[in-house]
């Protein structure tokens, strides 16, 4: 009986000691929140990496959230101080309105502001035909851009967000991927930020003021874009960004009831849940697992740092895989860019950071980036072929 006793308690006490030590699984971590949207997407704004997704691939109606490409296209294509006579077609646009008059005068900037504190569908129509000479030349450099930027599931046919047909829409992760790629452009970034704006208004004595829709830039903490939208069909709609400690994240909601909230939710998560973690540094040592013929007081190191948004769970799950273009390491190979390490998380590959060569002599003195361009070895390395090591 006591034997009995003796090793039904080491059994708990070794499941007790097994529990404690047992790795952190994904299902520790916590849920993602209750939301009221029917398609919703986070993304790291610098990594491009989407954190959460409900629906995401799911073909919807994005109503005004269209604009951030209207304005993304045309800060690219255009000039700020272009100076923009409102042509008809942008005069009684119907929906929201900066209440523009035929041939009066605007700069694009201006424009730009109606268009995204304002939603303003006047001002887009204005905008699309100064870019693109038509409404229909402009939507072609839309879906252009959107191919350009891997918005594989989304269609534009106007550049307002009405709905018109059933042939304009997109998806939460494209509109995500949308929202990363305009929000890096510091003209983009400055506009949708912007709580109050005057710009002019030709004829009248007063400026017109334009007062942001987007109500996340003061209720949420760090909040800094991007945009509200709405129509009968698409129901409520909001892009939200925010930044924490240096840190971007950004948000979609489609058809969410609740969207102030879904937004703040989903901020929360992100920020709480994936830290970034920097899992190479700026001239760390890297050592292939397979053998590579170096010269004495040769090293390979990496030419920059790389971080990336991760739960802890996901760290053990980091691989790397070094790429050389080179089979042999000489002393006169000194600054001169050789291989790249890879980087995956699990069986994807989330970046890649650029191998140098370094040789520890007193008489090297070719700086670590080398005597050649960056470009011209990187193709010198792609036209000799890569093998692994």
Not at 236 to 261: F, K
């Amino acid at each position: 009986m006591n034997v009995r006793k003796l090793l039904s308690g080491g059994l708990v006490v070794f499941l007790f000691i097994q529990l404690l030590l047992a790795p952190v699984s994904v299902a520790d971590a916590a849920a993602p929140p209750s939301l009221s949207a029917e398609g919703a997407a986070l993304i790291d704004v610098a990594s491009g990496r989407i954190l959460y997704s409900k629906n995401g691939s799911k073909k919807m109606r994005i109503a005004s959230l269209t604009k951030t490409m209207t304005a993304i296209v045309a800060i690219e294509n255009g000039k700020l101080d272009d100076v923009v006579t409102v042509p008809p077609e942008a005069v009684g646009v119907e929906g929201s309105s900066i209440y523009l008059k035929r041939s009066e005068k605007l700069t694009l900037e201006e424009l730009l502001y109606g268009l995204m504190l304002r939603s303003g569908n006047d001002a887009a129509v204005a905008i699309a035909i100064h870019i693109g000479g038509s409404v229909q030349g402009f939507t072609y450099l839309m879906n252009e851009k959107a191919a350009l930027i891997g918005m594989e599931h989304t269609n534009f046919t106007n550049p307002h967000g009405l709905d018109d047909s059933n042939q304009h829409y997109s998806t939460p992760e494209d509109m995500a991927k949308l929202s990363a790629y305009a929000l890096r452009n510091p003209v983009f970034r400055q506009i949708v930020s912007t709580k109050v704006k005057d710009i002019s208004w030709e004829g009248e004595e007063w400026d017109r003021r334009l007062i942001n829709k987007n109500k996340m830039l003061h209720l949420y903490d760090g909040a800094d874009g991007v945009k509200t939208g709405y129509t009968k069909l698409a129901k409520r709609c909001l892009a939200a960004s925010a930044t924490r400690d240096g840190r971007q994240l950004a948000t979609i909601t489609l058809n969410a009831s609740d969207d102030w909230n879904d937004s703040a939710k989903l901020l929360d998560y992100g920020f709480a849940q994936f830290p970034v973690k920097q899992l190479v540094g700026a001239g760390q040592d890297i050592r292939p697992k397979m053998p590579l013929p170096m010269a004495t007081g040769a090293h390979l190191v990496t030419q920059n740092a790389f971080s990336y948004p991760l739960q802890t769970a996901e760290e053990a799950a980091i691989k790397q895989r070094v790429v050389m273009g080179q089979s042999t390491i000489t002393a006169d190979m000194d600054g001169q860019l050789v291989g790249f390490l890879q980087l995956y998380l699990q069986e994807k590959m989330i970046g890649q950071v650029p191998l140098l060569v370094r040789v520890d002599s007193p008489t090297s003195s070719q700086p670590l980036t080398g005597a050649y361009s960056f470009w011209k070895q990187f193709w010198d390395i792609v036209a000799g072929g890569l093998w692994s090591a």
